[in-house]
C-alpha cells in the first residue's frame, strides 16, 4: 500500500488551502481513510475521516471549518482547509489501515502565517 499527500504550503491566517493524498496498491474503495497532522513537538492528532461509504467525521478543532472527501474514480482523499489559523500549522498524514495494519503517507507541511 503507497499513499502519496500533496498540496501542502504557507497560507496566510483566514486562507483556504486544499490537500490531497492518493493511495495506491489497494482497492480504495473498500477502506476508510483519514487525515492526522503533527505539529513540532507535539503528539500527531486526528483530524478527519471518511467511511467507504462516504461517512465523515472530524476533529472538534476543525469542525466547519476543514471538509474530507473522497474520489474513488482516482483513489483520491482530499482535505479542503478554510479558515486557517496558526494553530493548524503542521505536518498532515494521510492514513489507511488494512488488515489491521496502518500504512501512512510521507506527510505534508501546511503553515498558516499570522
Known amino acids: 500500500v503507497q499513499l502519496q499527500a500533496s498540496g501542502g504550503g504557507l497560507v496566510q491566517s483566514g486562507g483556504s488551502l486544499r490537500i490531497s493524498c492518493v493511495v495506491s496498491r489497494i482497492m480504495f474503495s473498500h477502506y476508510d481513510i483519514d487525515w492526522y497532522r503533527q505539529a513540532p513537538g507535539r503528539q500527531r492528532e486526528f483530524v478527519a475521516t471518511?467511511?467507504?461509504?462516504?461517512?465523515?467525521n472530524y476533529a472538534d478543532s476543525v469542525k466547519g471549518r476543514f471538509t474530507i472527501s473522497r474520489n474513488n474514480y482516482g483513489d483520491t482523499v482530499h482535505l479542503q482547509m478554510s479558515n486557517l489559523k496558526p494553530e493548524d500549522t503542521a505536518a498532515y498524514y494521510c492514513h489507511i489501515e488494512q488488515r489491521g495494519r496502518a500504512f501512512w503517507g510521507q506527510g505534508t507541511q501546511v503553515t498558516v502565517s499570522s
Open positions: 471518511i467511511t467507504s461509504d462516504f461517512k465523515t
